[in-house]
């Protein structure tokens, strides 16, 4: 699977958008964007994935460049309780490698009053 | 709402105990996981089932069996536990369309081994 880079910190205020940048330069053409987070204490969380098209759901969007090589990920009204830690994967979606999520060290998002 | 249940949230044991983890979800998915997770290593996988008494190892299985009798229900189980095996360890399931499909974890269960 592909390496992501994520810049390791990050602050947004409090009902604005959180914009978190991920950089996958090596992804190819099989593989998908996964993005997930986990609140302190408590087990990951899935947000969103796309292969090249923009998503979104109730969560969050998914903005994906057109060279694929980088990504962000897009909370419209941050609130507090979406303080975590943010990781983006990389991984080719079939059984052969199911569950296999590598986690890197992520983006720890501080949503501040 | 879906749900991921781990039987405990902390849990104490001494060097030496057989620790038991449970892990049970009310998805009917066929997929489930247990994970270890520590600090600078990210989330490493241990055990995974496709199916009820089906079970492949992961990347960190020494140590560690695994047990899926029942289709909602993935038991992990440290015979001999030791300190190394300090750690949070999560479940998670999918469904059977993997490929695509997102994981559901639970909320983990700190272990630690004195």
């Known amino acids: 699977d592909a390496k992501t880079t994520q810049p390791p910190s990050m602050d947004c205020a409090e009902g604005r958008a959180a914009n978190l940048p991920c950089n996958h330069s090596t992804i190819s053409g099989n593989e998908y964007v996964y993005w997930y987070r986990q609140i302190h204490s408590q087990g990951p969380q899935y947000i969103i994935h796309?292969?090249?098209n923009n998503e979104t759901n109730e969560m969050a969007s998914l903005i994906i460049t057109e060279d694929r090589k980088s990504s962000t990920l897009i909370l419209p009204h941050a609130t507090l309780r979406d303080t975590a830690v943010y990781y983006c994967?990389?991984?080719?979606?079939?059984?052969?490698?199911?569950?296999?999520?590598?986690f890197g060290q992520g983006t720890t998002l501080q949503v501040k009053p | 709402d879906v749900k991921v249940t781990q039987s405990s949230r902390y849990l104490v044991k001494r060097t030496g105990e057989k620790v038991f983890l449970e892990c049970v979800q009310d998805?009917?998915?066929?997929?489930m996981f247990w994970y270890r997770q520590d600090p600078g290593l990210g989330l490493r996988l241990i055990y995974f089932s496709y199916d009820v008494k089906m079970k492949e190892k992961g990347d960190i299985p020494e140590g560690y069996s695994v047990s899926r009798e029942k289709k909602e229900r993935f038991s992990l189980i440290l015979e001999s536990a030791s300190t190394n095996q300090t750690s949070m360890y999560l479940c998670?399931?999918?469904?059977?369309?993997?490929?695509?499909?997102?994981?559901?974890f639970g909320e983990g269960s700190r272990l630690t081994v004195l």
């Open positions: 994967i990389v991984r080719v979606a079939s059984s052969s490698n199911t569950g296999k999520l590598i």
């Open positions: 998670a399931s999918t469904s059977g369309s993997m490929g695509t499909g997102e994981l559901f």
């Open positions: 796309g292969l090249k």
């Open positions: 998805m009917d998915h066929e997929n």
